[in-house]
Nanobody, 126 residues
Framework: VQLQASGGGLVQPGGSLRLSCVAS????????LAWFRQALGKEREFVAA?????????HYADSVKGRFTISRDNAKSTVYLQMNSLKPDDTAVYYC???????????????????WGQGTLVTVSS
């Protein structure tokens, strides 16, 4: 399984970006897809996830709820992260991740995910 993330860049506070992550080599619809992020000097943290096998409820970290939206297009094997009202604290390298057989209580855990993309840098600054 390979994950290729893109869409990062420099944006002013209050702006928007959309990240994309294309997956190959897996039965995409069966996988739980997630976004994590890691700011400089900090541990990687959960951002959002969308479970596979028909899971219709997205999951968000409290820090991004109401501003970020995760979605997936199974036909394109792609997961998106729409980020609005960006803040300087959102500055980080964003990683997409994939895993199978992840139970609901483990969706936010980094160790639940086996496959990781290379990361894309998001910088929020004026």
């Amino acid at each position: 399984v390979q994950l290729q993330a893109s869409g990062g860049g420099l944006v002013q506070p209050g702006g928007s970006l959309r990240l994309s992550c294309v997956a190959s080599g897996c039965s995409f619809s069966r996988y739980t897809l997630a976004w994590f992020r890691q700011a400089l000097g900090k541990e990687r943290e959960f951002v959002a996830a969308f479970r596979g096998l028909g899971g219709n409820t997205p999951h968000y970290a409290d820090s991004v709820k109401g501003r970020f939206t995760i979605s997936r297009d199974n036909a394109k094997s792609t997961v998106y992260l729409q980020m609005n009202s960006l803040k300087p604290d959102d500055t980080a390298v964003y990683y997409c991740a994939a895993g199978s057989g992840i139970i609901l209580s483990a969706v936010r855990l980094e160790r639940s995910y086996v496959y990781w993309g290379q990361g894309t840098l998001v910088t929020v600054s004026s």
